[in-house]
């Protein structure tokens, strides 16, 4: 009989959960939107972690990922996340994420980065 996959981050043992829990510490903000566009990245794949996880995809989450796809886009980077992605390949996305997250230089926000809808766990 095969094991069901366990989702890595949601169960605190991600590839990268040390790096994952320090730059959620660091660009995410208690309240309110991030102040960079990789804090507001990291904010948005968060958020649809939550979703997932804690509310089965029951809440809109338009806005977190036509932000993905508008940071993936201008960053060249050929990372997916949609709602149909098997959870392993979410941990995928999420890991290459953050290893692009390590080496990348912080961008402040400007008027379109903003992302509405925010919950940190």
């Known amino acids: 009989m ?9 169960n605190h043992k991600g590839k990268y959960q ?9 660009l995410i903000p208690h309240k309110g939107e991030a102040c960079t566009k ?9 958020n649809l972690y939550h979703e ?14 036509r ?3 508008k940071y993936m886009k201008s960053h060249k980077l050929n ?8 959870e392993k390949d979410f941990d995928k996305a999420i890991d290459k994420v953050l290893k692009h997250l390590k080496v990348t230089l912080l961008e402040p926000c400007g008027p379109g980065d903003k992302v509405y809808g925010h919950v940190r766990s």
């Open 2 to 10: 095969a094991r069901k996959y366990q989702p890595t981050y949601w």
């Open 18 to 26: 040390a790096e994952l829990e320090l730059l959620q510490g660091i």
């Open 38 to 46: 990789q804090g507001q990245l990291l904010l948005c794949l968060s």
């Open 52 to 65: 997932r996880y804690n509310n089965g995809w029951g809440n809109a989450i338009g806005h977190y990922t």
């Open 67 to 69: 932000y993905i796809r």
């Open 79 to 86: 990372i997916k996340v949609t709602q149909a992605m098997s």
